[in-house]
């Protein structure tokens, strides 16, 4: 079915610190080699979706040095393709030039190139949530409803029922039609809800109305400016996603994802369809005599000398003999040298840490080195 993707770059929910000064979050790397983008756009390829747009709003540089022109995933084409969307001031927008003041601003904003496609359908989706979704099954059950809006939710976050701060949950009833919504701004619940992933089917046409209209009533959020205010006047139905998800909206939940990748069960699921990435020609991981690596991610052009347990090592991480490294993140091109002590620690890009040191954060709380940092 001809369908338009299109995925917002940032959330607004999202509080990673450092690790967001100097990019967007949907650049962010996550599983070694892969960035939070490449497996929101893997989605969309491997759900038959040819025609992408990516909306973005500051920090976007790093992304679009990723994604190029699309090569990757197969979006370079003459029709539909990769766009990646910048803001832009116009008088329309809020006093400060390029700030979208919800996704429906960002929408209103960027309308020109939504109607340039000839998609029937689009799906929106965010970079917050990350899954592995085949979108035809959605757009399949949204179109034998006969819905004008489908949002796809889930009970359960990989077992666990609690829900994550600031996403928005779905009163339905027994056939799944929405008939109310509200942001869950009271921190997690043990409450058995249904609770948005941040992905909606809409039939185009009916998207670029309700923007307008949205707009006219300045109603810049998309759950409540359009579907809680129209509710009782639209067919809203939800569709359950339950498979696995990983959650990215602060530093803690940045680590706790890459950490789930290092195990079997989490790995073999969310990686059962393809991720593309950017490829890079990278030399093989060195380890040297006398290394130790224990359940961990590492990727290419890494050179290991000492001891590395339960971390996610990204493309040209160098670690120095008698190193000790455990339960952390470290991002490419970063040196770790001799003697270093590092748990629950994120090295952002280009960090190098200099011999003897340690560094000891907590699961609920870890270290954060900014990129190009000298320790």
């Known amino acids: 079915m001809n369908t338009l993707g299109i995925i917002f770059s940032y959330t607004k929910r999202e509080n990673l610190r450092e690790l967001t000064k100097r990019r967007t979050l949907s650049s962010l790397p996550i599983g070694g080699k892969y960035r939070i983008i490449d497996i929101v756009l893997s989605n969309y390829v491997n759900s038959g979706v040819t025609d992408v747009s990516i909306i973005t709003k500051n920090n976007y540089h790093s992304l679009m040095d990723h994604v190029g022109a699309g090569k990757e995933w197969d979006l370079t084409r003459k029709k539909g393709g990769l766009r990646v969307l910048t803001p832009y001031a116009s008088p329309e927008m809020s006093v400060q030039s390029g700030v979208y003041r919800g996704d429906v601003d960002a929408l209103a904003a960027n309308m020109h190139s939504i109607r340039r496609s000839m998609a029937e359908y689009v799906v929106l989706s965010g970079s917050g949530t990350l899954y592995s979704m085949d979108f035809r099954d959605v757009i399949e059950k949204h179109v034998e409803r006969g819905a004008d809006i489908t949002a796809v939710y889930t009970r359960s976050m990989n077992g666990s029922k609690l829900v994550p701060p600031g996403v928005v949950i779905m009163d339905m009833d027994e056939g799944e039609r929405i008939w109310d919504l509200k942001y869950n701004t009271n921190g997690t619940t043990e409450q058995n809800v249904a609770w948005g992933i941040g992905v909606v089917i809409i039939k185009k046409s009916l998207l670029e109305s309700l923007v307008a209209d949205a707009m006219s009533y300045q109603e810049y959020d998309f759950y409540e400016g359009i579907m809680k205010r129209l509710a ?5 139905q939800g569709y359950e996603y339950r498979g696995y998800l990983l959650e990215i909206s602060s530093v803690t939940d940045y680590m706790n994802a890459n950490m789930a990748l290092l195990r079997k069960e989490m790995s073999s699921r969310f990686f059962e369809s393809p991720i593309y990435t950017k490829v890079k020609d990278s030399v093989p991981v060195q380890y040297c005599d006398g290394c130790q690596v224990k359940n961990s991610i590492i990727a290419d052009g890494c050179k290991i000398e000492g001891l590395v347990e339960n971390c996610v090592l990204s493309r040209g991480v160098r670690i120095g003999r008698g190193a000790v490294i455990k339960n952390s993140i ?11 002590v590092l748990d629950h620690v994120i090295l952002d890009k280009d960090v190098i840490v200099r011999e ?15 990129k190009m940092s000298i320790v």
């Open 356 to 370: 003897n040191r340690q560094l000891v954060g907590h699961e609920t709380y870890p270290v954060v080195v900014e």
């Open 232 to 236: 009782k006047n639209l067919n809203i």
């Open 330 to 340: 470290i991002m490419q091109n970063t040196e770790v040298l001799q003697n270093v």
